[in-house]
């Protein structure tokens, strides 16, 4: 295939991001066969600012952080956008663990964008917010039928048999396997430089700075 130009590929990827989110919006608005007027208001402009922050990160700045902010507000206006349909009868209070699963699973493309790998420092906190995500959901939904007040102050000494539980097991592999505990050494200046130099040959960047298709 011919190579395209760089200002046609980023033609192409904002083609690419509107007909994704302009076609999740109707698919929305056609499954519930709600009006057209749910086009309007606050989960507009979120889905705007995320398409655009999801354009910017992935044309120009290379922002795993802006990335992240993307999904996340894409996701958060079309939630609002399903519940305003009424696909969704619960209420908005009781799928904020949905969010918080959301931002643990979009944590994974966006540490694999910024370091061409996965990295425990991305992945860790990615399944640790999955999961408390999907415990909050216990409550939420009413599958555990009380109240997660009630839940904690019952339970709260397990917490301390958990961290307890940790801490031996790093102790017996610190001693028996390794000195050094994996992924524990930061690598991240080593990763920057060199997704910086492969940034630099694969999308026309150099050093300086300077974009495809311009010169010095």
């Avoid at 301390?160 to 610190?174: A, E, K």
Wanted: hydrophobic letters at 50%; one cysteine or more.
């Amino acid at each position: 295939m011919k190579k395209l130009s760089a200002p046609f590929l980023y033609i192409l990827l904002a083609l690419g991001i509107f007909c994704i989110l302009a076609g999740s919006v109707l698919l929305v608005i056609v499954s519930s066969r709600a009006a057209y007027t749910v086009l309007f208001g606050w989960p507009v402009v979120m889905l705007i600012i995320g398409g655009f922050l999801l354009y910017v990160s992935l044309a120009f700045t290379h922002s795993a952080y802006q990335l992240f902010l993307g999904m996340n507000f894409c996701f958060s206006s079309l939630l609002l956008l399903v519940l305003q349909s009424g696909l969704l009868t619960v209420t908005l209070g009781a799928l904020w663990p949905v969010c918080v699963i959301f931002c643990g699973i979009s944590l994974i493309p966006s540490g694999y964008f910024r370091y061409h790998r996965f990295r425990t420092v991305y992945l860790f906190p990615s399944f640790l917010l999955v999961f408390l995500g999907l415990f909050f959901c216990l409550f939420s939904f009413h599958i555990i039928h009380i109240s997660l007040r009630r839940f904690i102050t019952v339970w709260w000494p397990a917490v301390l048999i958990v961290i307890g539980g940790t801490l031996v097991g790093i102790f017996q592999y610190q001693k028996n396997c390794r000195d050094v505990f994996p992924y524990m050494t930061d690598d991240s200046v080593n990763d920057t430089d060199i997704y910086y130099a492969d940034d630099s040959s694969d999308t026309g960047h150099d050093a300086d700075g300077y974009g495809l298709g311009e010169h010095k």
